[in-house]
Structure formats: C-alpha cells, structure tokens
C-alpha cells in the first residue's frame, strides 16, 4: 500500500533510501520513487548523483534494514503487509 510504503520510507534518511534504490528491481524502484513527494524525490536524485557507484554489499544490507523496519511496524500494526493472495482479480 502507497500510504504504509510512505510510512517507512519516511523513517529513512536520503542516503539510505539511494543505497535502498539502487539496490531494487526497476519495479521496486518505481513504487519507492512513487511514494515520495516531490521535493524529497528531488533531494534523493541529488544524493544519488553525489553518491555514484556503490558497491552491492551496501545496497544488501540497506535492502535487509529496510525488510527489518517493514516487519517490526507490521508487528506493532503500524502498517499491513498485504500479499498477492488477499486480492481477487
């Protein structure tokens, strides 16, 4: 969900969202980026630029903190994880 996705990108500071991107499928990307308003997505293109390459190790480990921060708000309510098969198509 856009709204619980903007719950936890929030707690997460320009540079780790970069490492986070840069470490996600386009599509993951894409419902990240989608989350943001406008000027935090221009701050984190701009962190992106100044950063440049990283290495895939980093962008694990920011990708393994981020499942961390869904499970424990998920585990207090704060936000639902919804799967593929709660939804009829």
Do not use: H
């Amino acid at each position: 969900d856009k709204i619980d996705l903007q719950k936890v990108i929030q707690e997460l500071t320009d540079t780790e969202l970069v490492y986070l991107i840069k470490g996600e499928s386009e599509e993951i990307q894409n419902k990240i980026w989608g989350s943001m308003s406008e000027g935090r997505r221009q701050f984190v293109q701009e962190e992106m630029n100044v950063i440049g390459l990283i290495k895939k190790s980093e962008a694990d480990r920011m990708t393994k903190e981020f499942v961390k921060i869904i499970r424990e708000k998920a585990d207090r309510g704060d936000i639902r994880i919804i799967t593929d098969d709660e939804w009829v198509y």
